[in-house]
Structure formats: C-alpha cells, structure tokens
C-alpha cells in the first residue's frame, strides 16, 4: 500500500467496463481475506484480489480466481485514509477537508494574539496615566512590572495543572480571569495606584496559565515534525497582538477615552472562549469531527508519555538535577529579560530619545513586533524541515537557540549608535526578528527532554523567566533615570544574551532525559 493506510467502503457499480473513469488512488492491488464476491455455484472460495487501476472514484476491478482473471467490474470507491498535511486535503466526494489541528492552531493563535494585546494596552496607556497622576520613571517601572508579580506566582501551579487536566480547560479559566481583570483595569487606576497595581497582578496570575497550555495542547495535537510550526504560528499571533495593541490602543483611546481599549480587548477575549469551549478537545482521540487518518498521523508521530496519576507530583528535585533543565531554565530568563525590556520600553523609548509623539512612537514599536510574527514561522519551519530531512533534534535545537541570542545581541549593541527612529526601529525589528527563533529552540526543549512534565517544567522555567523580566523592567527604569539614557541598560542585555548561548551549546540536548 502507499505510505498512508487506505480503508476503502466500495459498492459494485456495474461489470465488464473498460474505461472505468479516473480515480484519485494510485494503482495498486490489495488482498482481501475472505472472497471479494459471494459465489452462487458450488465450488471452493478462492481468495479474491481487488486490483484497482487508474486514479478515479470509479474504479476497474478485477476477480482473480486461481492466478486468472475470471471477470472485471467496477467499484465506487471512496477512501478515507489518505495522509494530509496541515493545510488539508480532499474527503468525501472531493470536498476540501480541514485537519482538525489546523483548527486547533488557529484558536490557539488567535488567543495568544489576545493575551499580548492585552499586556501591551497598558504599555500604551501608561504615557497618560503618568502624565495624569504625576509618576516619575521609576515607579512607571514598578507600574509596568506589576502584571510579573501574578505571573510569576501562577506559571508552576499553571503547568502542573496543565500536565493533569490538559489545557483546555486551564486556558479557559485564565481567558476568563484575565479578561474580567483587563475590564476592570481603568477604573482601578481611577481609584487608587494600590488598586491599579492589584489588577495588574490578578491579571498576571492569569496569563501565567497561557504559555503552558499553549505547548502541551500543541504537544497533543501535532506529530513531531509539525510542532516547531505549530508552536511559529501560535507564537505568531502572540507577537501580532503586539502590533494590534500598540497600533489601536492610541487609535481607540483618542476615540472613545482611556477606558476604551480596555473595553474592546476583554469583549473579545469572551467571543473567544465561547468558540474555544464548543469547538476544541484536550486530546485528539476525544475529538468527534477528526478523521481516522488525521488521528493516526497524530499518534504515530509523538511520544506516548503516560498523564500524571492522580495526587502525583512532578519530582521537582529530579528535574534540578540535570543540566539540560538549568540549560532551559537559563535561556528563558535571558529571553524574557530582553523581551520585556523591549515590551514595556519601547514607546517610552521613541518618546524619550527621539521625541515622537505617542501615536508615531506606536507605529515605530509595532514594526518590529509584526516581522516577529512572520520570523517566528520562518523558524518553526526551518526547524521541522531540518528535523525531516534528518538532523538530530539536539543539532536543531541549539543552531535555533543560537540564532535566537547571538542575532539579538548584536543588534541591541547597534541600537546604542542609531541618530534616528527609523534606524532604531530596523536594529530593533532585527533584534525581535532573531529572537523569535527561540521559540523553536528552548520553547520546544521542554518537550523533548520531559514529555510527562513539560508543563511543570514549563512552569518553573517560566517562572525563573519572570523574575528576570521584573528585575530588568523595574531596573531599565532605574538606569534611565541614573544614567539619562537606555544605552548602559541595552549593553548589559546584550552581554546577557551571549553568555547563555554558551551555556545553552554546552548543556542542552534534545533527547529524552526525564
């Protein structure tokens, strides 16, 4: 048979034709256990052979009884295990059929879009806000970190929740809880700066459930070779909700007032979870609407790590004891501590270097976000081509990783020279750019070294990454007010970025460990 397993419903529809229409099945024979035909005459049932010739949904049969071929005829046949790829195929009566996990990848991005449009909208309206209450630097740090101080709290329990009950609903849960905490936002900053910051906690206590969900619905629903692009476009929509916040929050605010953005992100964070709930499975082997070839193509190609036990807890001791977990846990940290130095600073930057307004300051920070999006694929891609076409998963991993730190590094040490905000912005957008192929290296790492765990691990290693990006958040305030410029800040970054790609080269593997 071919490489996909064939299971074929056929009806005779007439005999003796000899230009059976074309078919969408190669020529092939197969071998039948019990006679094809039932036969009215006494004589011995030979096994039959059903010989199908041609590539139609007609197909020209032939019924071979001792080596000859005794008569022809013609069956209708419609066949249901044809291997796809993710972006579909033809089913019944040649309808185009969308695999179930394109589906699931679909939501999921679409959720992450909304969980960093959500973050970034108080990166926007934060400029007002200070301007409004009288906040210097310093405490517009402390503003900005506050939504850490939940997430920090929520990753471990979140990823330990995930390896238990799967991610459907524990991703629920946070939309829920992030978007009623994203609707209250305005008028807890109206109140007090004491409630201002509680909401932005509780709302980071939400979204720490988001990225552990995130790797092990896709863990789940994706073969090997299809998971770094899987988790690209995700990733991707994670990084488009930058562009959408920072491009409409300015817009929507100058519209409908400072309680406008808010408004319209927790809305559509609802409509979301609406869909997620109807629409979505844990597993695959839950779902009622996939095909039989989908679901095998799934289970052949990932591991079999068995869930956790009830009241069993991940051996957090075990997991510190290897290397290639301080390899994780490490590169995360560095990736958050760059990544939200550039999230939470960037209009505050263009604003303070090169004075542009906050509209224009907008627009200079979403480019980069946007290339994001489109590098997080190109990468995911790169990685899951390498991976077919041979290349061990521990090579894949660390040329990605590489290429995540080295390239970002660089381009932070140029943004100190740039005279111009269009110059920063291509330093900047080159620095995003080369990140985003972390996502295919340390972001992926989790599963190939702990399946069974990847989502307690993700947890921790999350967690280690949020206390990085408090300390670098609260502390680029600190040195911008110090010093009076980004550029000190921008260069110890940098430094950080290329240590960690020495030790991710000398520690991390992509085989199993745990």
């Known amino acids: ?16 034709s000899s230009n059976p229409t074309n078919t969408h099945l190669n020529s092939t024979t197969t071998s039948f256990k019990k006679p094809l035909f039932g036969f009215r005459y006494n004589t011995d049932r030979i096994w039959g052979k059903l010989s199908l010739q041609g590539g139609g949904r007609i197909n020209r049969v032939a019924v071979v009884e001792r080596g000859k071929v005794k008569r022809w005829g013609l069956v209708r046949c419609t066949a249901e295990g044809i291997e796809r790829g993710m972006l579909g195929g033809r089913g019944q009566e040649s309808n ?15 959720v992450m879009c909304l969980c960093n449009a959500d973050r970034v909208v108080m990166s926007v309206a934060v400029v007002p806000l200070a301007a409004k209450h009288g906040w210097n630097t310093s405490f517009l740090g402390i503003v900005q970190s506050s939504f850490l101080w939940g997430y920090i709290l929520s990753s471990v329990v979140g990823g330990a929740l995930v390896d238990k009950y799967g991610g459907k609903r524990v991703i629920a849960w946070g939309v829920f809880l992030w978007s009623l905490a994203t609707f209250v936002t305005p008028w807890a900053a109206n109140h007090s700066t004491m409630s201002l910051l509680a909401a932005r906690a509780f709302f980071g206590l939400a979204e720490g459930v988001a990225m552990p969900s995130m790797n092990i619905i896709l863990s789940r629903w994706f073969p090997c070779n299809e998971r770094a692009t899987a988790v690209g476009l995700s990733m991707g ?14 817009i929507v605010m100058s519209s409908i ?11 559509l964070g609802l409509l979301w979870l609406k869909t997620w709930t109807l629409q979505i499975t844990n597993d695959p082997q839950e779902s009622r ?32 004891s290897k290397m290639p977990t301080w390899a994780i846990i490490f590169a995360n940290m560095t990736n958050n501590w760059g990544y939200f130095v550039l999230l939470s600073w960037m209009p505050v930057y ?8 906050l509209k224009q300051a907008a627009w200079f920070s979403a480019v980069p976000w946007g290339t994001m999006a489109f590098s997080g694929y190109v990468a995911g891609a790169a990685s899951d081509y390498l991976i077919k076409a041979g290349y061990s998963l521990t090579f894949v991993r660390k040329v990605m990783q590489s290429i995540g730190f080295i390239g970002p590094g660089l381009a932070l040490l140029c943004l100190n020279y740039a005279k111009s905000p269009a110059v920063a912005s291509v330093f900047i957008t080159v620095a995003l750019s080369l990140s985003s192929f972390s996502q295919a290296g340390f972001l992926l790492n989790m599963q190939d070294i702990a399946p069974q765990y990847a989502g307690f691990l993700h947890g921790i290693s999350n967690s280690a990454g949020t206390l990085a990006a408090i300390i670098s958040t609260i502390g680029t305030g600190y040195f911008v007010q110090w010093l009076g410029s980004f550029q000190a800040f921008l260069t110890v970054t940098a430094g950080l970025y290329f240590v960690t790609a020495i030790f991710w080269n000398l520690f991390a593997t992509g085989e199993r460990v745990f």
């Open 257 to 267: 007032g400072l309680t406008g953005p808010f408004i319209l992100f927790s809305s």
């Open 350 to 357: 263009f604003k303070t270097v090169f004075n542009v307004n």
């Open 96 to 110: 185009f059929v969308m695999p179930e996990r394109l589906k699931v990848v679909a939501l999921m991005a679409c």
């Open 289 to 320: 609407s996939i095909s039989n070839s989908e679901l095998r193509l799934i289970q052949e190609g990932k591991s079999n790590a068995p869930p956790l036990k009830k009241g069993e807890f991940p051996p957090l001791r075990l997991l510190l």
């Open 1 to 16: 048979m071919a490489a996909a397993a064939i299971r074929s419903k056929c009806s005779t529809v007439g005999e003796r």
């Open 237 to 250: 929509g994670f990084h488009l909700g930058n562009v959408v916040g920072l491009v409409l929050t300015p």
